[in-house]
């Protein structure tokens, strides 16, 4: 079955430095899709970013940047530069897309890593 | 704003009780997700609705159903209300079933149980 870990459950920063949340994944799809959610103290849930199974490029959007490494199973998720508004709790989710028979499309989310900047 | 809107906002009841939470997708959006937010499980996959029609089911229990609408507006049903039931509800909508469809999240329900 799939699974999402999210070991770091809360992480505090400075504010300017760099920040990196690590998401290791389980599935037995060969094809399947990894997320970023941010969910900020307001409760809603904010889309990041979608990778699917068979793109390991890096991305990078403003001061966020995605890893992803297949060898490794993660997805890991870097902020340059904090800022007081990044405070929020991230999560990292997976969606198979149901190659082995066993996976639906709904997400399964790791427990989430609150990130605190502090001033 | 993601265009998904839910209603109420807040919810206290006691338990025993019945409540229906209501979900209203994205415009175009066919597809609708239930998830559950608590402290102890995290989110949760409850039930998936496409068009109308049920098509998957996570960890919801027995005393929850959920139903989608012509209109494509979606409600879920707790019933027989429990202290654990309080938690935060949210619908999501894609535009399609599929897994490369990036979910939009509602701003949710939550629910209180006294």
């Known amino acids: 079955a799939q699974k999402v870990t999210q070991a770091q459950t809360e992480i505090s920063v400075v504010e300017k430095e760099d920040v990196t949340l690590d998401c290791v994944y389980e599935?037995?799809?060969?094809?399947?899709?990894l997320f970023w959610y941010k969910q900020p103290p307001s409760g809603e849930l904010v889309f990041l970013i979608r990778?699917?199974?068979?793109?390991?490029q890096n991305e990078i959007s403003g001061r966020y940047s995605w890893n992803f490494q297949k060898s490794t199973s993660s997805f890991n998720f870097t902020i340059t530069a904090s800022q007081v508004v990044d405070s929020a709790v991230y999560f990292c989710a997976l969606s198979e897309a149901g190659d082995s028979g066993a996976g639906s499309y709904q997400l399964t989310f790791g427990k989430g890593t609150k990130l605190s900047v502090i001033p | 704003d993601s265009g998904v809107t839910q209603t109420p906002k807040h919810l206290i009841t006691a338990t025993g009780q019945r409540v229906t939470l209501r979900c209203s997708p994205r415009s175009g959006d066919l597809s609708v997700y239930w998830y559950q937010q608590s402290l102890d499980q995290g989110l949760q996959f409850l039930i998936q609705?496409?068009?109308?029609?049920?098509?998957a089911k996570g960890n919801i229990l027995e005393r929850f159903s959920a139903q989608q609408f012509p209109d494509l507006h979606s409600e879920l049903n707790l019933s027989s209300l429990e202290l654990g039931d309080s938690a935060l509800y949210f619908c999501a909508s894609s535009v399609e079933e599929t897994a490369y469809n990036e979910q939009f999240f509602g701003p949710g329900t939550r629910l209180t149980v006294l």
């Open positions: 990778r699917n199974s068979f793109d390991e």
């Open positions: 609705y496409y068009n109308g029609e049920e098509r």
């Open positions: 599935t037995r799809d060969t094809t399947y899709y």
